[in-house]
Nanobody
């Protein structure tokens, strides 16, 4: 069983930055796909950014527009998300996801963290 713990959320002003981290425990996930999703009030959860371990590709949602950077650390067991130039529309709960062979799944080999709140407001 894999547990994911997110950290780094908070309240910032427009244009500022945050760094989110997601650390896995329970087993090594260096060979898992890992990603970040977010859910704003009244909206569906959406993909933000991810890392595909089988080819090392980084994936980003179109709305990221070069502002966010995803990276893995800790021998592949930590997924970081650098959020730059944050805007009010980025306000959401950000969730970490790990899947044995996919992103965003909800099966036996798909895991989700509890989420961390990011609020962007002046």
């Amino acid at each position: 069983q894999v547990q994911l713990a997110e950290s780094g959320g908070g309240l910032v002003q427009p244009g500022e930055a945050l760094r989110l981290s997601c650390t896995a425990s329970g087993r090594n996930v260096y060979d898992y796909d890992m990603g970040w999703y977010r859910q704003a009030p009244g909206k569906q959860r959406e993909f933000v950014a991810g890392n595909r371990q089988h080819n090392g590709n980084q994936l980003y949602a179109p709305f990221v527009k070069g502002r966010f950077t995803v990276s893995r650390a800790n021998a592949g067991n930590t997924l970081n998300l650098q959020l730059n130039l944050l805007q009010p529309e980025d306000t959401a709960v950000y969730y970490c996801n790990a899947g044995q062979d996919r992103l965003g799944g909800s099966g036996d080999k798909d895991y989700w963290g509890q989420g961390t709140q990011v609020t962007v407001s002046s």
